[in-house]
C-alpha cells in the first residue's frame, strides 16, 4: 500500500483545531474514494471551516516525500480545520453522515474489533482539539441514540 497523506490550511491563532477521518478497506477498495470525498464535500464551505484536503483521486505533493494519489492508496486519510469550537461537532457529524450514508461503510472505535463482510470501508474520526486526540466515535453514537 502507499502513503495516507492530507492536509488542510490552518488559520493563524492560539488553537489549531482539526477533524481526521481515516478509512481503511476490507475488499472496499473500488469506492472508498467515493466514501471520503462525500465527507470532504460535506465540510467544504461550512461555517467556521477554514481549510479541507484535496479530494481523493487528485496527485498530492507531500512535502520531502513525492506524490501520492488514489492510485497509490485504497486507505485515504481526510483532514478539515476548524476555528471555532462549537463548530467541531456540526463539521464532524456532517462529515461522518455523509461518509455512513455510503454502501458498506461503518464507523468504528479507534482500536477495537470489527467484524464486518468483505467489500466495506471503515472510518474513524478524530478531533485535534489543542494537542489532544478525541475520538468522535463515542459521542456521535451518544447524540444518534433514539431517546424515549
Known amino acids: 500500500e502507499g502513503i495516507s ?15 481526521i477521518m481515516a478509512f481503511d478497506t476490507y475488499g472496499g477498495e473500488s469506492f472508498v474514494a467515493d466514501v471520503a470525498n462525500s465527507a ?10 477554514t481549510g479541507v484536503s484535496d479530494k481523493i483521486g487528485t496527485r498530492t505533493d507531500i512535502p520531502g516525500v513525492g506524490y501520492v494519489s488514489t492510485d497509490d492508496t485504497d486507505d485515504p486519510v481526510v483532514v478539515v480545520s476548524v476555528n471555532e469550537l462549537e463548530q467541531i461537532a456540526v463539521v464532524a457529524s456532517a462529515m461522518i453522515g ?8 461503518y464507523l468504528v472505535k479507534r482500536h ?15 478531533a485535534l482539539m489543542n494537542g489532544n486526540m478525541i475520538d468522535l466515535s463515542i459521542p456521535f453514537e451518544n ?6
Open 5 to 19: 497523506y492530507a492536509e488542510a490550511n490552518l488559520e493563524e491563532g492560539e488553537f489549531q483545531d482539526a477533524i
Open 40 to 49: 470532504i464535500e460535506a465540510a467544504s464551505g461550512m461555517k467556521a471551516v
Open 98 to 105: 455523509a461518509a455512513l450514508g455510503n454502501k458498506n461503510t
Open 112 to 126: 477495537t474489533a470489527c467484524n464486518v463482510l468483505p467489500g466495506s470501508v471503515l472510518v474513524s474520526v478524530t
Open 143 to 148: 447524540k444518534t441514540r433514539i431517546l424515549g
